[in-house]
């Protein structure tokens, strides 16, 4: 199945639920892949206990991932939403409220936010400025659209007694960044070319810390200090 999938076109295998998950993405040409996914390269052994659909799922987003760091790009564990323009995401550990804190944003703005993925986003760096692309690796819920958004902003999340957030130095947000990264790598070359993305990313994007309970004023302060680092950032 021929896809367009963060400005590339892929070729995905259509097993494992593969082509119901990658439907918004769809490309109707005959064009060649910029990324072609392999179901024969598939390694169901790295995920016992898994299902057959959740297997191709893991692995196909695998080598997506691989594959995408050849155009500038990474995958974040994280989810994804846009307000006004800007992209936003929030990452961190499973369990560290992800999914809570962009529903808080959608409660908080109405229609204005958009959560366009709740996993894995893919970014990009294009003509010196970073995108945030939804993709077909949305997690359990799939919530996903087709979307490309300039990046903003990065925020990880941490649960706490009350609000507040703070600006990670570069050194402190490349460890966060690439903790929630593909980062078990085969390849010297392949490692070193994550480390070279993420040190970009985080020298170009403001990356953050918010600590914080389930609660409206939550998703203000994180909007208004990102939004606000944002604008320095674009002078």
Known sequence: ML???????????????????????????????????????YRPDNWPGLSGNDVCYMESGAQFHLQLM?????????????????????????GTGKSTHTRLWQQTFGERAQVFNDDKPALRRMDGKWYAYGTPWCGK??????????????????????NSIVRLTNKEAVYRVFSQTLHRFY???????????????????PVFELHNLPEPAAAQLSYETMCKAAQEVEG
């Open 70 to 94: 050849r155009y500038n790009g990474i995958m974040l564990h994280a989810s994804a939403v846009a307000v006004d323009g800007k992209a936003y995401l929030f990452s961190g550990p499973s």
């Open 187 to 205: 390849r010297q070359e392949n490692l070193d070319l994550m480390l070279s993305h993420v040190d970009k990313l985080v020298r170009e994007v």
């Open 3 to 41: 896809c367009k999938i963060a400005d590339l076109l892929v070729q995905v295998p259509e097993s494992g639920g593969m082509q119901q998950r990658c439907q918004k993405y769809a490309f109707d040409g005959d064009k060649t892949a910029d990324i072609i996914i392999s179901e024969a390269q």
């Open 141 to 162: 819920d799939g919530i996903n659209l087709n979307m490309r958004v300039p990046l903003a902003g990065i925020c990880f999340l941490k649960q706490a007694k009350e």
